[in-house]
């Protein structure tokens, strides 16, 4: 059996967390873009994370008197975040014939970013098509595989507080993400080759 | 493939590598960060516009009332059913019942016609008939129980 360890705050931040709640619109004011950004790349469609993020702080809000403050307020969003996913993941397989993802996010507006630093126009390129790659590997990893690398290559989370988040314990996620990472440098690299 | 997640635990890198990659795959993965950030940002960044959630409040009260008119519907569709077989339940029952009585009365029937037929005394002129009959089943009966006896004796001995 793999060990859970525990995220639980010291009591003096447990009050902090469970005053930070009382005020709701600074909540939402520093929240919403973690929680958007999470779904966004968890379901790949704008339209459905802000959908889903107003949902979240919906029952966030519905919700606020049973936080007791046990977990930081990014987790505790981030776990009402992942349920809805899961909900809607399911209620999506119900309805199989729909058309889905209207509003997709394309690969392409992913990559159309510029990194940092002086790069030639053939390293930007390069670097652009690297991240596509990735996300098209992304997009192909198991649903828990995906969210366990997004949690901690996107939202830069612990594995305690992934494990937190996902009711895993941390030696599930740590394989989950090892595995992730294996298929996603397998695939980019080798589509990286190919084109070489 | 469907292998658990638990059979890699030994073979798992160290949690610093798990975390962090290093080299060019290092590099690529914060890119990726970077470009997953900024892609949500554009949107995300907006100030929340005034009555934001109420979209949602919209959307959970239509998906009540979906699972209402859903629950409604079927207890409806069973009640129209259940209607419709009243019928056919409520005749079936009689009639087995009928059926059962009227069998009932034609095995009392026979079974009274069987006993008057053999309780009917027998004409004078059949007598010596009669008592031919009585005569053939003692002599039946002798003879099965001198057959049984040497038998008898066989197994004794």
């Known amino acids: ?196 | 493939m469907n292998t658990h997640p638990e059979q890699f635990r030994d073979v798992l890198p160290p949690d610093e590598v798990l975390i962090e990659p290093s080299g060019q795959f290092g590099n690529d993965l914060r890119n990726f960060r970077a470009a997953a950030h900024r892609a949500a940002e554009r949107q995300a960044s907006e100030p929340v516009p005034f009555g934001w959630l109420n979209a949602a409040k919209r959307r959970r009260r239509q998906a009540q009332r979906r699972l209402m008119f859903a629950l409604v519907s079927a207890t409806a569709c069973v009640a129209l059913l259940f209607t419709a077989a009243l019928p056919t339940l409520h005749h079936s029952k009689p009639v087995t019942e009928a059926a059962v009585h009227q069998s009932n009365a034609d095995d009392t029937a026979l079974l009274e016609q069987v006993d008057t037929a053999v309780s009917e005394s027998v004409p004078s002129s059949l007598a010596p008939l009669d008592a031919l009959d009585n005569l053939d089943t003692k002599t039946s009966t002798d003879t099965q129980t001198s057959l049984s006896k040497p038998e008898k004796k066989n197994v004794s001995q």
């Not at chain 1, 009382?22 to 973690?34: G, I, K, Q, S």
């Not at chain 1, 519905?62 to 992942?82: D, K, P, V, Y």
């Open chain 1, 1 to 196: 059996m793999g060990h859970m360890v525990s995220t639980e705050l010291p009591p003096l931040a447990r009050a902090e967390s469970v005053l930070e709640l009382a005020d709701f619109d600074e909540v939402v004011r520093l929240y919403r873009p973690r929680i958007f950004r999470f779904l966004m790349t968890s379901l790949g469609d704008r339209d459905l994370a802000e959908s889903l993020t107003q949902d979240c702080f919906l029952k966030a809000y519905t919700a606020r008197h049973q936080f007791r403050g046990e977990s930081s307020l990014n987790t505790w969003l981030t776990r009402i975040a992942l349920n809805l996913v899961r909900d809607h993941l399911r209620s999506q397989r119900m309805r199989f014939w729909q058309k889905t993802r209207e509003t997709a996010l394309d690969i392409v507006d992913v990559g159309d970013w510029v990194p940092d630093g002086a790069c030639s126009p053939e390293e930007v390129c390069l670097q652009q098509e690297r991240v596509r790659e990735i996300w098209r590997s992304v997009d192909k990893l198991s649903r828990q595989q995906r969210t366990v690398f997004l949690l901690r290559f996107v939202e830069e989370m612990e594995l305690a507080e992934i494990a937190d988040v996902t009711g895993m314990n941390t030696s599930t996620v740590k394989s989950h993400l090892y595995r992730a990472l294996r298929i996603v440098r397998e695939r980019a690299s080798g589509k990286s080759e190919g084109e070489q």
